[in-house]
Protein backbone atom coordinates (compact mmCIF):
# COMPACT_ATOMS: atom_id res chain seq x y z
CA UNK A 1 0.00 0.00 0.00
CA UNK A 2 2.33 2.71 0.63
CA UNK A 3 4.40 1.86 -2.40
CA UNK A 4 1.32 2.30 -4.43
CA UNK A 5 0.86 5.89 -2.29
CA UNK A 6 4.30 6.66 -3.49
CA UNK A 7 3.72 5.88 -6.78
CA UNK A 8 0.49 7.97 -6.56
CA UNK A 9 2.33 10.83 -5.09
CA UNK A 10 4.62 11.10 -7.88
CA UNK A 11 2.85 10.83 -10.69
CA UNK A 12 0.67 14.01 -9.17
CA UNK A 13 4.02 16.38 -8.60
CA UNK A 14 4.95 15.10 -12.32
CA UNK A 15 0.96 16.42 -13.50
CA UNK A 16 1.66 19.49 -10.80
CA UNK A 17 5.08 20.36 -12.99
CA UNK A 18 3.23 19.53 -16.01
CA UNK A 19 0.32 22.26 -15.53
CA UNK A 20 2.73 24.95 -14.02
CA UNK A 21 5.19 25.20 -17.32
CA UNK A 22 3.10 24.37 -20.07
CA UNK A 23 0.58 27.42 -19.46
CA UNK A 24 3.18 29.58 -20.84
CA UNK A 25 3.30 32.02 -17.52
CA UNK A 26 6.55 30.62 -15.86
CA UNK A 27 10.26 31.13 -16.99
CA UNK A 28 13.36 29.58 -15.39
CA UNK A 29 15.36 31.05 -12.91
CA UNK A 30 19.07 29.50 -12.41
CA UNK A 31 20.11 29.63 -9.16
CA UNK A 32 23.01 31.57 -8.14
CA UNK A 33 25.79 31.00 -5.47
CA UNK A 34 24.54 31.45 -1.76
CA UNK A 35 20.55 32.26 -3.32
CA UNK A 36 17.78 31.33 -1.18
CA UNK A 37 14.36 30.61 -2.18
CA UNK A 38 13.32 33.44 0.29
CA UNK A 39 15.97 35.65 -1.43
CA UNK A 40 14.71 34.77 -4.84
CA UNK A 41 11.41 35.70 -3.92
CA UNK A 42 12.07 38.68 -2.70
CA UNK A 43 14.30 39.86 -5.95
CA UNK A 44 12.27 38.09 -8.88
CA UNK A 45 8.53 39.10 -6.73
CA UNK A 46 9.40 42.05 -4.91
CA UNK A 47 8.08 40.12 -1.52
CA UNK A 48 9.34 37.27 0.31
CA UNK A 49 6.12 36.21 0.68
CA UNK A 50 5.70 34.41 -2.41
CA UNK A 51 8.34 31.93 -1.65
CA UNK A 52 5.96 29.20 -0.77
CA UNK A 53 4.61 29.39 -4.71
CA UNK A 54 8.30 28.66 -5.95
CA UNK A 55 8.57 26.37 -3.25
CA UNK A 56 5.07 24.05 -4.51
CA UNK A 57 6.04 25.22 -8.43
CA UNK A 58 9.42 23.04 -8.04
CA UNK A 59 8.37 20.70 -6.14
CA UNK A 60 10.37 21.74 -3.51
CA UNK A 61 8.43 20.92 -0.60
CA UNK A 62 6.97 17.85 -1.12
CA UNK A 63 9.39 16.20 1.23
CA UNK A 64 9.06 18.84 3.58
CA UNK A 65 11.60 20.88 2.60
CA UNK A 66 13.12 23.76 0.62
CA UNK A 67 16.48 23.56 -0.14
CA UNK A 68 18.13 24.62 -3.10
CA UNK A 69 21.61 24.60 -4.74
CA UNK A 70 23.75 26.48 -6.71
CA UNK A 71 22.95 25.76 -11.02
CA UNK A 72 19.29 24.57 -10.29
CA UNK A 73 17.25 25.37 -12.19
CA UNK A 74 13.85 27.16 -11.11
CA UNK A 75 10.26 27.32 -12.41
CA UNK A 76 9.32 30.88 -11.87
CA UNK A 77 5.38 31.53 -12.36
CA UNK A 78 4.78 34.30 -13.80
CA UNK A 79 1.71 36.26 -15.34
CA UNK A 80 0.97 36.41 -19.01
CA UNK A 81 -1.20 39.28 -20.89
CA UNK A 82 -4.06 39.17 -23.83
CA UNK A 83 -5.06 42.73 -25.23
CA UNK A 84 -8.61 42.34 -25.65
CA UNK A 85 -10.67 42.59 -28.61
CA UNK A 86 -14.22 43.40 -29.46
CA UNK A 87 -15.08 39.53 -29.75
CA UNK A 88 -13.95 38.63 -26.53
CA UNK A 89 -16.27 37.53 -23.25
CA UNK A 90 -15.12 36.55 -20.33
CA UNK A 91 -16.24 32.63 -20.61
CA UNK A 92 -14.42 32.81 -24.01
CA UNK A 93 -11.12 34.04 -22.60
CA UNK A 94 -11.65 31.90 -19.56
CA UNK A 95 -12.06 28.78 -21.47
CA UNK A 96 -9.08 29.94 -23.71
CA UNK A 97 -6.61 30.75 -20.90
CA UNK A 98 -8.08 28.08 -17.92
CA UNK A 99 -9.96 25.52 -20.19
CA UNK A 100 -13.48 25.88 -18.23
CA UNK A 101 -16.26 29.08 -19.16
CA UNK A 102 -17.05 28.54 -15.13
CA UNK A 103 -13.81 30.16 -14.51
CA UNK A 104 -14.95 33.58 -15.92
CA UNK A 105 -15.91 35.06 -12.76
CA UNK A 106 -12.52 35.36 -11.18
CA UNK A 107 -10.81 35.96 -14.36
CA UNK A 108 -13.05 39.06 -14.84
CA UNK A 109 -13.13 40.44 -11.53
CA UNK A 110 -8.61 40.01 -10.91
CA UNK A 111 -9.14 42.36 -13.78
CA UNK A 112 -11.81 44.42 -12.31
CA UNK A 113 -14.15 43.84 -14.37
CA UNK A 114 -17.91 41.20 -13.81
CA UNK A 115 -18.27 38.33 -16.04
CA UNK A 116 -21.50 39.90 -17.92
CA UNK A 117 -19.65 42.86 -18.94
CA UNK A 118 -17.16 42.17 -21.71
CA UNK A 119 -13.99 43.51 -21.36
CA UNK A 120 -13.20 46.70 -22.87
CA UNK A 121 -11.29 46.31 -26.66
CA UNK A 122 -7.73 47.24 -26.50
CA UNK A 123 -7.45 46.86 -22.93
CA UNK A 124 -4.60 44.68 -21.54
CA UNK A 125 -6.19 42.22 -19.42
CA UNK A 126 -3.48 39.80 -16.61
CA UNK A 127 -3.82 36.80 -16.70
CA UNK A 128 -2.72 34.86 -13.76
CA UNK A 129 -0.65 31.60 -13.88
CA UNK A 130 -2.14 28.65 -12.25
CA UNK A 131 -0.02 26.53 -9.11
CA UNK A 132 -0.55 22.98 -8.73
CA UNK A 133 -1.09 22.14 -5.39
CA UNK A 134 -1.05 18.41 -3.98
CA UNK A 135 -3.32 18.46 -1.21
CA UNK A 136 -1.05 17.33 2.03
CA UNK A 137 -2.94 15.13 4.99
CA UNK A 138 -5.56 18.41 6.79
CA UNK A 139 -5.35 20.30 4.09
CA UNK A 140 -8.18 22.50 3.83
CA UNK A 141 -9.33 25.14 1.08
CA UNK A 142 -8.82 27.61 4.01
CA UNK A 143 -5.12 26.52 4.53
CA UNK A 144 -4.31 26.39 1.05
CA UNK A 145 -5.41 29.83 -0.02
CA UNK A 146 -3.80 31.19 3.20
CA UNK A 147 -0.64 29.29 2.49
CA UNK A 148 -0.54 31.33 -1.00
CA UNK A 149 -1.66 34.77 0.19
CA UNK A 150 -2.93 35.97 -3.61
CA UNK A 151 -5.89 36.90 -2.50
CA UNK A 152 -8.47 34.48 -3.72
CA UNK A 153 -10.80 33.45 -0.87
CA UNK A 154 -11.47 29.64 -0.50
CA UNK A 155 -14.70 29.70 -1.73
CA UNK A 156 -13.18 30.92 -4.75
CA UNK A 157 -11.06 27.99 -5.04
CA UNK A 158 -14.17 25.65 -4.74
CA UNK A 159 -15.84 27.60 -7.37
CA UNK A 160 -12.63 27.13 -9.60
CA UNK A 161 -12.11 23.65 -8.49
CA UNK A 162 -15.53 22.57 -9.39
CA UNK A 163 -15.92 21.53 -5.56
CA UNK A 164 -18.79 22.15 -3.41
CA UNK A 165 -18.09 24.47 -0.05
CA UNK A 166 -16.90 22.73 3.32
CA UNK A 167 -15.99 19.41 0.18
CA UNK A 168 -13.23 17.56 2.21
CA UNK A 169 -9.80 17.24 0.29
CA UNK A 170 -8.29 13.90 -0.53
CA UNK A 171 -4.96 13.80 -0.03
CA UNK A 172 -2.90 13.23 -3.29
CA UNK A 173 -5.50 14.85 -5.45
CA UNK A 174 -4.30 18.25 -7.27
CA UNK A 175 -6.28 21.99 -6.61
CA UNK A 176 -4.79 24.72 -9.37
CA UNK A 177 -5.04 27.79 -7.08
CA UNK A 178 -4.95 31.07 -9.69
CA UNK A 179 -2.08 33.77 -8.52
CA UNK A 180 -3.65 36.37 -8.40
CA UNK A 181 -1.74 39.87 -7.66
CA UNK A 182 1.59 38.31 -8.85
CA UNK A 183 3.74 40.76 -10.19
CA UNK A 184 7.47 40.42 -11.51
CA UNK A 185 10.07 43.49 -10.79
CA UNK A 186 12.22 44.82 -13.16
CA UNK A 187 14.79 42.83 -12.77
CA UNK A 188 12.80 39.34 -13.30
CA UNK A 189 10.98 40.96 -16.50
CA UNK A 190 14.17 41.70 -17.72
CA UNK A 191 14.90 37.80 -16.85
CA UNK A 192 11.81 36.75 -18.36
CA UNK A 193 12.19 38.43 -21.56
CA UNK A 194 10.68 34.84 -23.60
CA UNK A 195 7.29 36.39 -24.95
CA UNK A 196 5.46 35.85 -21.80
CA UNK A 197 3.72 39.16 -22.98
CA UNK A 198 0.81 37.80 -25.41
CA UNK A 199 -0.99 40.70 -26.42
CA UNK A 200 1.91 43.46 -25.15
CA UNK A 201 1.31 43.80 -21.08
CA UNK A 202 3.69 47.13 -21.92
CA UNK A 203 0.24 48.61 -21.97
CA UNK A 204 -1.02 48.04 -18.95
CA UNK A 205 0.88 50.61 -16.52
CA UNK A 206 0.07 53.43 -19.36
CA UNK A 207 -3.43 52.33 -19.09
CA UNK A 208 -3.75 52.43 -15.08
CA UNK A 209 -2.09 55.75 -15.17
CA UNK A 210 -4.62 57.01 -17.57
CA UNK A 211 -7.41 54.94 -15.20
CA UNK A 212 -6.07 57.52 -12.50
CA UNK A 213 -5.73 60.46 -13.85
CA UNK A 214 -9.17 60.80 -16.60
CA UNK A 215 -11.22 61.75 -13.62
CA UNK A 216 -8.78 64.49 -13.11
CA UNK A 217 -8.99 65.59 -16.88
CA UNK A 218 -12.74 65.55 -17.23
CA UNK A 219 -12.94 67.74 -14.16
CA UNK A 220 -10.60 70.05 -15.40
CA UNK A 221 -13.16 70.31 -18.36
CA UNK A 222 -16.02 70.62 -16.28
CA UNK A 223 -14.32 73.66 -14.57
CA UNK A 224 -13.22 75.65 -17.23
CA UNK A 225 -9.07 75.00 -16.53
CA UNK A 226 -9.02 74.11 -20.27
CA UNK A 227 -4.95 75.07 -20.42
CA UNK A 228 -4.45 72.74 -17.50
CA UNK A 229 -6.69 69.56 -19.45
CA UNK A 230 -5.25 70.26 -22.78
CA UNK A 231 -1.37 69.85 -21.16
CA UNK A 232 -2.85 66.82 -19.19
CA UNK A 233 -4.26 65.23 -22.18
CA UNK A 234 -1.99 65.61 -24.57
CA UNK A 235 0.74 64.34 -21.58
CA UNK A 236 -1.31 60.99 -21.25
CA UNK A 237 -1.37 59.86 -24.97
CA UNK A 238 2.22 59.52 -24.50
CA UNK A 239 2.42 57.82 -21.61
CA UNK A 240 2.14 54.63 -23.67
CA UNK A 241 -0.83 52.08 -25.00
CA UNK A 242 -3.94 53.31 -23.97
CA UNK A 243 -7.41 51.28 -24.77
CA UNK A 244 -9.76 52.54 -27.24
CA UNK A 245 -12.40 53.65 -24.47
CA UNK A 246 -9.15 56.23 -22.87
CA UNK A 247 -8.46 57.38 -25.87
CA UNK A 248 -11.99 58.42 -26.90
CA UNK A 249 -12.57 60.02 -23.80
CA UNK A 250 -9.25 62.01 -23.94
CA UNK A 251 -9.45 63.09 -27.18
CA UNK A 252 -13.46 64.25 -26.28
CA UNK A 253 -11.91 66.29 -23.13
CA UNK A 254 -9.02 67.52 -25.75
CA UNK A 255 -11.57 68.82 -28.73
CA UNK A 256 -13.72 70.70 -25.67
CA UNK A 257 -10.57 72.33 -24.77
CA UNK A 258 -9.34 73.47 -27.95
CA UNK A 259 -12.43 74.72 -28.80
CA UNK A 260 -12.58 76.61 -25.60
CA UNK A 261 -8.87 77.70 -26.53
CA UNK A 262 -9.86 78.85 -30.08
CA UNK A 263 -7.64 76.29 -31.66
CA UNK A 264 -9.94 75.38 -34.23
CA UNK A 265 -8.08 73.18 -36.53
CA UNK A 266 -6.50 70.81 -33.09
CA UNK A 267 -10.20 70.29 -32.21
CA UNK A 268 -10.85 69.01 -35.91
CA UNK A 269 -7.95 66.61 -35.00
CA UNK A 270 -9.21 65.92 -31.81
CA UNK A 271 -12.66 65.48 -32.62
CA UNK A 272 -11.75 62.84 -35.77
CA UNK A 273 -9.51 60.87 -33.14
CA UNK A 274 -12.14 60.68 -30.71
CA UNK A 275 -14.79 59.23 -33.28
CA UNK A 276 -12.28 56.77 -34.57
CA UNK A 277 -12.02 55.78 -30.77
CA UNK A 278 -15.71 55.12 -30.36
CA UNK A 279 -17.16 51.48 -30.90
CA UNK A 280 -18.99 51.21 -33.82
CA UNK A 281 -22.04 53.06 -34.20
CA UNK A 282 -21.67 54.27 -31.05
CA UNK A 283 -21.88 58.44 -31.87
CA UNK A 284 -25.41 57.93 -33.51
CA UNK A 285 -27.10 55.21 -30.79
CA UNK A 286 -25.76 57.88 -27.34
CA UNK A 287 -26.44 60.76 -29.50
CA UNK A 288 -22.96 62.13 -28.18
CA UNK A 289 -23.46 65.36 -30.48
CA UNK A 290 -26.78 66.22 -28.88
CA UNK A 291 -27.59 69.74 -29.87
CA UNK A 292 -29.78 70.12 -26.65
CA UNK A 293 -26.49 68.83 -24.77
CA UNK A 294 -23.41 69.60 -26.48
CA UNK A 295 -22.76 73.79 -27.11
CA UNK A 296 -22.96 75.04 -30.75
CA UNK A 297 -18.49 75.51 -30.92
CA UNK A 298 -18.03 72.15 -29.64
CA UNK A 299 -20.42 70.94 -32.41
CA UNK A 300 -18.95 73.12 -34.70
CA UNK A 301 -15.43 71.71 -34.09
CA UNK A 302 -16.67 68.23 -35.03
CA UNK A 303 -18.23 69.45 -38.19
CA UNK A 304 -21.63 69.07 -36.77
CA UNK A 305 -24.71 71.30 -37.84
Known amino acids: MLAVRAWFLSVALALAALLVTEDGGAYQHIVAKGETLSQISLRLYGDARWEPVLATANGLDAQGGSVILTGMRLTVPAPTFHRATAKDTWPDLSERFYGDRDRATLLARANGGVPWVPPVEGEDLEVAPLLSH ?7 MVKIAQRYGTGVRSWELDAFNGKKPSQDLVRGEVILVPLAGLTLTREAEEEARRGLVEGGGQGRDAQKRAGVELPTLEGEVKS ?22 QLAK ?5 LEGYVALGAFSAAQAACAAWKSNLPAGELERRRLLDPDRVSPKVRAGCGAK
Open 224 to 245: GRYIEAVARGNRLLGVGDLSSA
Open 250 to 254: IHRAL
Open 134 to 140: IVAEGDT
